[in-house]
């Protein structure tokens, strides 16, 4: 990974300029530091575990979906599916469908496959796949398509802000 120095003097990590600034907020520069962009796309989980090395599941997902009209943001593992069904009882909704594009992006104030787990435009309720506690370290979107960040699951959750669920599908 390259970084030079913005006009302001800081490194910049290839982060969306809207997630790096939610890192600072949160005393996270040591995060900031740890971004990594590729030349090419990682948009989804399989592309971003062969650009990083690591297995798929220790891959974060940040997914949006609608419950009652209402976005709510999940976070799965790589190697898995989210239950809407069961993210729909867990929230006590009447239906749970995936967010459209547009929503996404108006809701957390980043495109399909770069969205980061925390540090989005308007505040969510966040529902955090125990499946990642499976790993002592995670790799999620830093906000951009072509960049990811590092950290302890623990924290992931913490920083979130996100409740501990089941929501895997787990198939027979």
């Known amino acids: 990974m390259t970084t030079t120095d913005s006009p302001a003097g ?13 890192l600072r907020a949160k005393g996270l520069d040591d995060l900031h530091r740890q971004v990594r962009r590729f030349p ?27 419950a009652d009209g209402v976005p709510v943001l999940v976070l799965m593992d790589g190697a898995s599916r989210v239950d809407v069904e069961l993210v729909r009882r867990e929230l006590g909704a009447e239906k749970v469908t995936r967010a459209k594009a547009d929503v996404v992006r108006e809701t957390t104030g980043y495109a399909i496959g770069g969205v980061p787990p925390f ?11 125990r499946s990642l506690l499976e790993h002592d370290l995670v790799w999620a979107a ?24 089941d929501v895997r599908e787990h198939t027979p």
Do not use: M, N, W, Y
């Open 10 to 22: 800081t490194a910049d990590s290839g982060a969306h300029p809207l997630f790096a600034e939610a």
């Open 40 to 66: 090419e796309a990682t948009r989804t989980a399989a592309e971003a575990a062969a650009a990083i090395g690591c297995e798929l599941s220790q891959i974060c997902k940040s997914l949006i979906f609608a």
């Open 119 to 129: 540090g989005h435009r308007t505040t969510t309720r966040v529902l955090a796949d």
């Open 142 to 165: 830093a906000g951009h398509p072509h960049a990811v960040f590092p950290i302890a699951p623990e924290d992931l959750v913490a920083h979130a802000g996100a409740t501990l669920v």
